[in-house]
């Protein structure tokens, strides 16, 4: 069974832009593997809350210009 989990900040994309990256990355799995993958492919999407992650020891938070509109 093919298994994505995706992690990005909270908000950062909408609920249709999810849905699409859910359908993209379905397809790519059965680009690789074939159609017969569809019905077992699970995309996960996490959403990480502002603060709870980081890099080169700065905690991040999505700046309000670049929030997600639903």
Known sequence: MPFAN?????????KAQKEDLIHRTT????????????????????????GGYGRADEVFVVPDPYRARE
């Open 27 to 50: 397809a790519m799995f059965v680009d690789f593997f074939g159609e017969g993958v569809r019905p077992y492919t699970m995309v996960l999407v996490e959403e990480v809350a502002d």
């Open 6 to 14: 995706i992690k990005m900040p909270q908000a950062a994309l909408s």
